[in-house]
């Protein structure tokens, strides 16, 4: 059964209002607000993404708490979170926390970060940019003990602990860590760190910007390597990351597409339509289905969707539509 996810416009608030006031109205309305209507329109989780200084917006966790005491249901996910911009200890405490509060709803999906700006954030951090990845896999496995039973002792290479226990513990079993990608090569698999990643703790799989032939295949490698691991290939989701816009024609689809683009990555420069083409679906509900029907058919199971457009209500009521 496909299950469907919307990522909430977390940074739009912060880019749409004035001042700190208009802010928080735009908050409960278009972050909360959506979230419950996305609830009460049968879709399966609402996604927060994750940014400090480099794409401000609001904080994925904290937000994710607030939308847990206003929904009942939907799976409540990170897409994507990066831990290494922070201490794993303060990792471990927010997501457990926000876990117990959503009576365990909390899906992370986790990366490294890529774009204009993610270096300068990571300096301004005092965090080594070039080892972001080695980063993140320590802070992992220390996160994933401090949601175990047992005090967490460690001799790293970047962190230290001693007996550090937060004292609570995920509801049930531990959240589910979506692994984000952006590349896979059919003929030389996964880069290494990915591929060490999946095996060692990926509960799922999260790319961004993949044909559905490619995605088919990584999806196929990505289960292999969980296999080859000792897990259960079968538990393992296979999720994706995409852009939609509905409009009556595609042309309008992807003006409204390059407007928000502009708007979220100036640094970006001038967008063909091709390259828009290439983030997900855009145009009459036809041709999202369309889209939706391929990448289903290629595997996925989880789709978390970004409405690259202004008008997020209107633009999810449409898609549930489709997807009803």
Excluded at 42 to 67: F, N, Q
Aim: hydrophobic share 40%.
């Amino acid at each position: 059964m496909v299950s469907h996810g919307y990522v909430l416009p977390t940074r739009g608030v912060v880019l749409s209002a004035d001042d700190s006031l208009e802010q928080a109205a735009r908050v409960q309305s278009e972050v909360i607000g959506l979230a419950r209507r996305a609830e009460a329109l049968g879709l399966d989780g609402v996604w927060a993404g994750d940014s400090v200084l480099a794409k401000p917006r609001l904080e994925p966790l904290s937000t994710l708490a607030a939308v847990a005491g206003a929904t009942e249901s939907v799976t409540l996910g990170t897409a994507v979170y990066l831990p290494q911009l922070r201490h794993p200890v303060h990792v471990a405490h927010q997501t457990a926390t926000v876990d117990l509060v959503s009576g365990g709803r909390l899906a992370l999906g986790v990366g490294v970060g890529v774009g204009d700006g993610v270096e300068a954030e990571h300096d301004q951090l005092d965090v080594q940019y070039e080892r972001r990845g080695a980063l993140l896999d320590e802070g992992l496995e220390i996160l994933e003990g401090l949601w175990s039973d047992e005090p967490v002792t460690v001799d790293g290479e970047f962190f230290d602990l001693d007996d550090a226990d937060i004292g609570i513990r995920p509801c049930g079993s531990p959240p589910p860590v979506y692994i984000a990608s952006a590349t896979f090569d059919p003929r030389d698999g996964f880069p290494r760190r990915i591929r060490d990643r999946i095996a060692a703790r990926g509960g799922g799989w999260l790319p961004i910007g993949m044909s559905p032939e490619m995605y088919e295949g990584g999806l196929d490698r990505a289960r292999e390597i969980v296999d080859d691991a000792g897990r259960d290939p079968a538990g393992f989701d296979a999720a994706y990351y995409h852009d939609v816009v509905i409009a009556e024609t595609e042309a309008a689809a992807i003006d409204q597409a390059r407007e928000f683009l502009d708007r979220y990555y100036p640094s970006w420069g001038a967008l063909s339509d091709d390259d828009i083409r290439k983030r997900g679906a855009f145009g009459p509900p036809s041709v999202v289905a369309d889209h939706l029907e391929r990448y289903t058919d290629a595997g996925v199971e989880t789709f978390v969707t970004r409405f690259t457009a202004a008008d997020q209500r209107e633009q999810l009521r449409r898609f549930a539509d489709i997807v009803d």
